[in-house]
């Protein structure tokens, strides 16, 4: 490809038109669209899978990691989760057009909001092509049109996967470039895709802290991000032990690599030397690292996998077997701690105390609070939001686990009768 | 001062530290504080009419307009109704702390949003000092910390307003810190401020298109902004005559240098003929310009300011006695026309047809869709938010006008008896 800003901009164009048309494309023909895509998906996974082969052996000559190619595999129950997944958001109802709190107002205007989709949604991810579907399948139910820029070791599968989800639309009566896959690997494209405020409304970046930290730097256009997970779980001394070891095991131990995974537990200092043991003896089984304050250090000094904890480790995102440990004075101290350190994802306490429970709600200022449940729900299917595009770590529009709602807005409508301002 | 970017970064930690005890203010304090601020107003009027003698004087000697003088003048009218501006804002109910859909999971757990403060908001503005007061106001009722930077002219004023609004603060148990006005008139403030993402959650620029577009490029922190106000209104053929003539004389005339003043008018062409030429008289006593396409030239070739209408036109916001128009086919040319041209913000269809009506609301892709009802209606207290920020053409969390909610966010809370992920 000779200019990648030329075809970016031409790429951008067809997005905005088909924006247009997606945004007043009824319910029916979007389920329709999803439904043919799913079936497509089934019907054509020989080809996926050929289509994915050539991308897995490239890979291969490319020497990436076993990790690396495991993401990139296209399994056959990642092509059936990928078809169940388009079904699912199906079964969702379509946020697009629900007209709220309309309302007379004393000039006798009718004066209410109208959900509508937000545009043009780029979204930039890594080599997993279950993404290509699940972004499509998100975007065309809220009447957005999508570009898609997954990582280019997986370009031959997305491009296949493109050619099922363009057939879908076009099948449907909805236009093809409603959701289209960049055909270039170039770099370069990315950087377009994030500066093209005219074309692109919003980016949903799906990836690792270099990917976003690169993407903070250079983008124009607003995006929907997630930086880090940072959780904490904090252990009041007025808690019921039992949830205390339940959650605090869960939180770390349920998965390592997840956002909302723990990564550092605080302790109230009344509790530590009855708390601390028996949870040690879960993580031991786990072979859990903990690195630790002085206090929980003496606390635990005979535990195998110990080690002191530095500055850096309250705001470090382990995504492995390791976890912070720090005993606390109270309530006060472990807000000011996890205000201070979290990456203001997903933060928990355990406690029965009613007005410390609610000031934990109030005053801790993450996406997701919690109280006495494990920081591994905050997810949107667990939230029942029935799928999920992202997790936001933003103030701004969307926080926490982003659904189908946080690729709209709210647009004001306006009802009279020939009124004019006095 | 000498060095600008270390003050600003005081500045910010200390709104950063400030905002945390704003977060959880209760509504008693705050509202305290907004009403003794007012009475503060009202008793120290003639010291804000010195230092506001002093900024004129300054500004005299210094060559400004007199519109901007206009502007920068603190009547006894205006400095009433800062004050009066403050205690309607005691009496809109306090957004912060509300929960919403609390609903059980299948898991046991109870998720929910509760609406929070978005932390530190920078606003930037010209010199009008009554915007320092609107917007400490709106941001103390809403549980935020803000830096106000105000046009250089009125340095002495809003020092002196920042005064009152520093004592109010403090006697009602709040942080001082919750509001400050910057105290240099350097510019290099504004580009400390814009990108201090680690101090300010969102920039809200109040100001001209210079302004907003000089942020734009520079800005790193997200910004609720208000670019330009193009804003149409459609006469379709299924129109009531009356209702057209109304809303097209008051959306263009009541006031010319709003954001919601109609620039660009378009008639169906099966009307033309018979609403351009009454609709011309009305517009003709006001001594408006009228920038015609061929065919609308054709029809009022008798009107005394008559001009045609060039490309650039169709995308001018004029802010003055001047008018676009156009003769469109339909309803579907319309909306072509203004889904190209308009810069999103208000746009009305005076019709009589249902369908037509609905597909207008729906497919008008702008802050703002009326039928029947002048663009001037598109304001924060003419829409019943009470009071109002500013005005926002992004998609990205608040579209339209921006009262208190805007300046808040969801965050999702959890409530659970010791459940763990499965």
Redesign the interface.
Known sequence: MDNIEHYMNEVGQRARQAS?AM??ADSAAKNLALSLIAAAIRRDADILRAANQQDLDAARANGLTEAMLDRLTLSDKAIATMAEGLEQIVSLSDPI?EISNM?Y?P?G?Q?GQ?R?P??VIGIIYEARPNVTVDAAGLCIKSGNATILRGGSEAINCNQALARLVKQGLAEAGLPEDAVQVVETTDRAAVGALITMTEYV??IVPRGGKGLIERLIKEAKV?M?KHLDGICHVYIDDKA?S??AL??A???KC?RYGTCNTMETLLVARAVAPQILPPLAELYRVKEVELRCDEESHAILADYPQLAVATEEDWSTEYLAPILAVKVVADVDEAIEHI?RYSSQHTD?I?TEDYTRAM?F???V??????????T???DGF???LGAEIGISN????A???VGLEGLT?????????????Q
């Open positions: 247009r945004a007043k057009g309302k107002r000039t205007i004066v109208m509508v937000l545009g409304d919003v607003p929907i019921d039992r949830k339940d959650v095991f869960n939180a349920h205000n928990s355990i000031r709600l109030r005053e200022d993450s996406a997701s609070v919690m109280v006495n449940a494990s591994r729900f905050a667990e939230y029942g933003d103030k701004l529009h926080r926490g686990p807005s709210l647009k004001y409508v306006v009802l009279g009768q020939g009124q004019v301002r």
